[in-house]
């Protein structure tokens, strides 16, 4: 908990991934380090103090991904919404409505459309005639590719909507007036995890890396494939390094389910001494990059603003379902083909500060509008109620199912049972542990192995 004396930034971020929890906590810093002079600011604006939370569901990350994403905060806990509700939507006490600060000062929501939208309603419940409350800010993990205006109006009703470019923050004010709600909260960033050392070609060193989606594309064909050129790529070129960046281990779930893992489809295949199979955080691999190759990934996004040359395929086809489709114009789109004869892409200026991954000082004033934004929501002595586009009379037949997935009613309260319990102590809290592990296990053999045999029965 946060200390009553402490005069940093005191920010609360749930998440319900790996990724992110990397741009939750990420966004946190940004947040802090863009708000100076505002009533709450830090006298260290670089060291928000930070409590993270991380949802309860399918895609809860273990130890070892929350590692890799390089994020050196401490650790944060597991929590149901209920219980998210019952920690972050206290405004500790009377003294806060006196002019004392609250619990937090800002709330990070990092979190699938759904989830956004039930916490933006349990929050409004919790501080319902309380005008002294944190700010709520949402936004996206990378490139928004799919179900823009349901995730934008799921995500409606946040002080602070971040868009990482200009390009975004265009299109969501567009969904937004079309719809006929409040734009305002939008605002324009950029993803908070670009950084890193440019990149400088050096001689004797020549690394291909290919960034895998657990989702795009979804059909073990397709992925079997890219694993195929990929391979094949490496024996034209054995003098280069080539290297297959995986998401996630079998077994682990980010936030997309993964079906058909490339490292289960690479058991078997008869591998290229110069190619290998890489885990850890992106920007230690694009460190030692020459050219990243992906179908859509974010990491494309990363490479770029490092100016890594860097590849978007179009193999399997230039289509939405796959993503790709945001990099028209981009200069990267090419195909294997070109690829293995020695093409290079490169990408456009206009492209690349439109999309808010130019790089050079550009990046460094990407921040200027969040700490505007930040600075005067801050500063104010009371905010308005939380006000989602979604309610009970815009979408009846939508809202209470979203609601009810997290245990949530109608009007935001914990449905009876959904209360938050005690934290178990000693024994009973390795018998639940092992409980939810074995659930989630059997969970994840169900998408990975079941799921895709009763597909192929139903084929037949």
């Not at 505002?38 to 895609?59: H, I, K, Q, V």
């Not at 409040?182 to 670009?194: C, I, K, N, R, S």
């Amino acid at each position: 908990m946060p200390s009553r004396t402490d005069s940093r930034l005191r920010i609360a971020v749930l998440a319900d991934s790996d990724t992110r929890w990397k741009w939750g906590a990420l966004t946190a810093r940004r947040l802090a380090e863009q708000a100076p002079g505002a009533e709450s600011a830090a006298t260290d604006p670089a060291a928000p103090e930070l409590d993270g939370f991380l949802l309860r569901g399918r895609a809860t990350p273990t130890p070892r991904q929350l590692d890799e994403v390089g994020v050196a905060d401490a650790a944060p806990s597991e929590v149901t919404m209920a219980q998210f509700l019952a920690e972050t939507g206290e405004l500790r006490d009377a003294g806060a409505e006196r002019g004392g600060r609250p619990r937090y000062d800002v709330v990070v929501l990092a979190l699938v459309g759904g989830a956004v939208q039930a916490a933006l309603h349990g929050l409004a419940a919790r501080w319902r005639g309380h005008a002294r409350r944190p700010v709520v800010v949402t936004g996206y993990v990378g490139v928004v590719y799919e179900k823009l205006a349901d995730g934008l109006l799921l995500r409606h009703g946040a002080d602070v909507v971040l868009a990482n470019s200009r390009h975004d923050a265009d299109r969501f004010r567009a969904v937004y007036q079309g719809a006929g709600a409040d734009h305002g909260a939008v605002t324009e960033a950029a993803l908070p995890f670009l950084g890193g050392a440019p990149y400088h070609p050096r001689a004797g060193r020549d690394t291909v890396v290919f960034a895998a989606q657990p989702s795009v594309p979804e059909s073990r064909a397709d992925r079997r494939y890219l694993l195929d050129r990929l391979v094949g790529h490496a024996r034209r070129h054995p003098g280069r390094e080539v290297v297959l960046k995986l998401r996630s281990k079998p077994g682990e779930h980010t936030t997309h389910l993964e079906e058909h893992p490339f490292q289960k489809l690479a058991r078997g295949m008869d591998l290229p001494p110069n190619f290998s199979l890489a885990y850890g955080n992106m920007g230690e691999v694009l460190d030692r990059a020459d050219l990243l190759v992906t179908v859509s990934s974010t990491a494309a996004l990363e490479a770029l603003h490092r100016s890594v040359p860097t590849a978007v395929l179009t193999d399997l086809g230039v289509r939405e379902v796959l993503g790709n489709h945001h990099f028209l114009g981009s200069g990267c789109l090419t195909s294997w083909d070109r690829l293995d004869a020695g093409h290079r892409p490169t990408p456009d200026p206009a492209w690349l500060a439109a999309q808010g991954v130019a790089p050079g000082d550009a990046y460094h004033h990407a921040f200027d509008h969040v700490r505007e934004r930040m600075s005067e929501l801050l500063s104010k002595k009371s905010l308005p109620p939380i006000a989602p586009y979604y309610t009970a009379l815009t979408a009846p037949g939508y809202l209470p199912a979203v609601l009810a997935r997290h245990h949530l009613a109608p009007d935001g309260t914990p449905l009876p049972g959904a209360a938050p319990a005690a934290e178990p102590t000693g024994v009973r809290r390795v018998i639940r542990d092992a409980v939810r592990d074995a659930a989630r296990g059997a969970y994840r053999h169900g998408v990975q192995r079941v799921a895709p045999v009763i597909r192929r029965m139903g084929e037949l």
